[in-house]
């Protein structure tokens, strides 16, 4: 069993960063895909990012690319989502995600293990 532990969400203004971190239990974290997700009230769960377990395969929805970053260290067990020009689109639940076939998946059902989110909310 994988638990995930999102934080780093927060309120800031259109243009600011803010960096979110998702801490893992578990010792099998490095061979893990690990990705990000976020959901809008009354809309659906969207991709936003991949990074497979070695970190040299990323993927970005066009959304947020040139804006986010994704990143891991495996030695902390912890997957980073640095997020630049924020805008009030943006403002969402920000979730991460596991999958243990490490399979870089941009779909909901790639992943068997999700966090409980991080509220991300940019204001005009």
């Known amino acids: 069993q994988v638990q995930l532990v999102e934080s780093g969400g927060g309120l800031v203004q259109a243009g600011g960063s803010l960096r979110l971190s998702c801490a893992a239990s578990?010792?099998?974290?490095?061979?893990?895909?690990m990705a990000w997700f976020r959901q809008a009230p009354g809309k659906e769960r969207d991709f936003v990012a991949v990074i497979g377990w070695s970190g040299s395969t990323i993927i970005y929805a066009d959304s947020v690319k040139g804006r986010f970053t994704i990143s891991r260290d495996n030695a902390k067990n912890t997957v980073y989502l640095q997020m630049n020009s924020l805008k009030p689109e943006d403002t969402a639940v920000y979730l991460c995600a596991a999958d243990p076939g490490n399979r870089v998946s941009r779909t909901l059902n790639g992943y068997t293990y999700w966090g409980q989110g991080t509220q991300v909310t940019v204001s005009s």
């Open positions: 578990g010792r099998a974290f490095s061979n893990y895909a």
